[in-house]
């Protein structure tokens, strides 16, 4: 996972926060689901578009957690999310950091 | 159990988070958990006036006290709820990409459009249907082009035609998904005096699913909140009531555009009601734009046309005296006249019961129509 790589919700995926659930429905979905609370997390992590480490950095500081140990999780929940359709990488053509 | 106990708390929920005026009767409400019996009524009337999405935001931050298991079941009542407005939405998506394929302008109606314009979270306006606007003359094609993808249609109009020169919508069935095809936005004068064109040549837009999807513009929206609150229903239903003050609330009404459009099509009067039954129903001190239509003084002809939406239990018999009388030319209220009074045998069929001759029906529709004009002189 490159740091370079801003990930966003994707945008046709319909959703809904129900408590502190987020339910979503994505295009091919034949029903909608639940995001398990870490997804759901990330997911309003990413109500603007996000960089990996500015997601780390961001998680870490609000769960009092070390940054490598959250960015493994991070990379984990991304990933699965990416899988799934909910999460698009968009790569980023700004120098990281800049 | 204890009705009022319900009934304020339902109040309570659909004025959450919008500028109260402390009603007396409200005083105290929600500050300890309703007991059982309060509880079933209260989620009951919750689910009928879809306000609990409402509910959930009321009882996280502690205006509605609830205990933990009742916590737990509002949540999974509007888990639910959300799920098939997603599935309502997917719907809304696949309706529209068909008719603008055929080339067809369609407007969102209600529903999604309002929850994702006007409420600060689209999970407090829950929905049950999809609601679409097509102009008139595309009207019969957009049924067609529904029921080629797959929708099913379930309204007879009474004569071939006479909702596109007389009604308000066609209803589809897709899955266990109710469609509506609107070709205005009111039953009765009111789509005589709205102007349908001026819908789509104002029309705003919101994302969707990763596509724009076409609504009314904020004013239309605004004014159509207050029809359907009160013309739709007598007593008017709290969630439409909602729909208009979160309305105002978004703060994107042009109030120029907004009192040409209500002064022209004669909805001063609806939009004060509005105002009214805001105050009295949510207990909410209505915004400037709402309170602005306070002192509206409406036609003899807005004032009747009113009243035969308001009449308790009011049916399309008594909308149906108020058309002929504002149908302009002589025509067109023939035609109508006929329609209602001569329908065709699967429209009688379907409103007058299935047994029986032909002239068997048209006497049970004739006397059904006579009821109604009586109790009409009669102000019953």
Known sequence: ?98 | MDEHVSERLTRLVAGHGLKRRNAADLDGVGSEPPGEADWLLLRSRLLSARLTGLAVAASAEGILSLTQSQEAELLEQQRTRMARVLVLERTLLTVTAELERAAIPVLALKGSSFAHTAYPDPSWRDFDDVDVLVPTNDFARAGRVLVEAGCNATTVAPRPGFVERFGKAGVFRKDVFEIDLHRTLMLGPYSIWVDAERLFAERSTFPLGGRIISCLSPEHRFIHACMHSILGANPPLLLPLRDAAEIERAGDIDMDALARDARAWRVESVIALAAQEVRERLDIEPGPILGAFDTVRPSRLERKAVRAYLEVGHSGGRTSSSMIRVLPGVRPKLAYLRAIVLPDEDFLVRHTGGSGSKWRGYARRWRQLFRTFRNRRRGV
Not at chain 1, 24 to 41: C, N, W, Y
Request: glycine fraction near 6%.
């Open chain 1, 1 to 98: 996972m490159s740091d370079r790589s801003r990930y966003a919700r994707a945008p046709a995926v319909l959703w809904r926060r129900v408590g502190n659930e987020i339910l979503v429905l994505a295009p091919e979905a034949p029903s909608p689901s639940s995001l398990s609370p870490a997804a759901a997390i990330v997911w309003d992590e990413l109500e603007t578009p996000s960089r990996l480490d500015e997601m780390t950095d961001s998680l870490a500081s609000a769960f009092d957690r070390d940054p490598s140990d959250m960015r493994a999780d991070l990379e984990g929940i991304l990933r699965e999310l990416e899988r799934s359709g909910m999460v698009v990488v968009e790569e980023s053509v700004e120098a990281s950091g800049g």
